[in-house]
């Protein structure tokens, strides 16, 4: 069945610096939604991007990430980290089908300290 | 905008309880989605339904019922509470596209 990686559980940062937090996915079928949600403390997840272009680069508050099918990655970029961005992010995938099925990956937690 | 509602925020049960989570949304959205949240583990789907009446397992189902009697409403009912379980609840709605609108979430603790 479809699955999500995201290979770093935490990553840890100092404000400015650039964030890169990956995601990889398996699925068979060729017309793949991807996401990034965002899930802050004490907040519900909501949308960060998502994407089911290849090789188009999607942007929303200043984050940005690139569908690659041709190596089925989806990483989160951002060029610099602010003490705000401290949350857990999760890539998920939709096989786009017309399923309805969401799987998400293990999620990363991103801390920016000063 | 729309909300979605689930109740309650905190849930205390008991080992061998049967606990029953609610969700309630008003967006009008067709499909409704219950997802279990564990440090580590991500996000992982129990059930989601497409249109009132339809239950689809996920990945997680064992071990969980879910009923869908209204559009607008998803409940999930722990049929066993495991002794020492802890974890968040998220109910999420959507309606195109695939893209979740999630609850704030039900905290489960099992004495």
């Known amino acids: 069945g479809d699955s999500v990686t995201q290979t770093e559980g935490l990553v840890t940062l100092t404000e400015g610096l650039p964030v890169m937090l990956n995601c990889t996915y398996q699925t068979i079928y060729s017309n793949a939604f991807l996401f990034w949600y965002v899930h802050y403390l004490n907040e519900s997840p909501w949308l960060l991007l998502r994407s089911s272009t290849d090789n188009k680069r999607t942007e929303h508050q200043g984050f940005h990430a690139t569908l690659h099918k041709s190596s089925s990655s989806f990483h989160l970029q951002k060029s610099s980290a602010q003490l705000s961005d401290s949350a857990l992010y999760y890539c998920a995938l939709s096989d786009g089908t017309g399923g309805y099925k969401v799987v998400f990956g293990s999620g990363t937690r991103l801390l920016v300290s000063p | 905008g729309g909300i979605i509602t689930q109740t309650p925020k905190f849930l205390i049960g008991q080992e061998g309880q049967k606990l029953t989570l609610k969700c309630q949304q008003n967006f009008n959205h067709d499909t409704m989605y219950w997802y279990r949240q564990d440090s580590g583990k991500g996000l992982r789907l129990i059930y989601y339904?497409?249109?009132?009446?339809?239950?689809q397992k996920g990945d997680l189902s064992e071990g969980y019922d879910a009923s869908r009697e209204k559009k607008s409403s998803f409940s999930l009912t722990v049929t066993s509470a495991q002794k020492n379980e802890m974890a968040v609840f998220l109910c999420?709605?959507?309606?195109?596209?695939?893209?979740?609108?999630f609850g704030a979430g039900t905290r489960l603790s099992v004495l």
């Open positions: 339904s497409i249109t009132e009446n339809d239950l």
């Open positions: 999420a709605s959507s309606m195109s596209q695939n893209t979740l609108y």
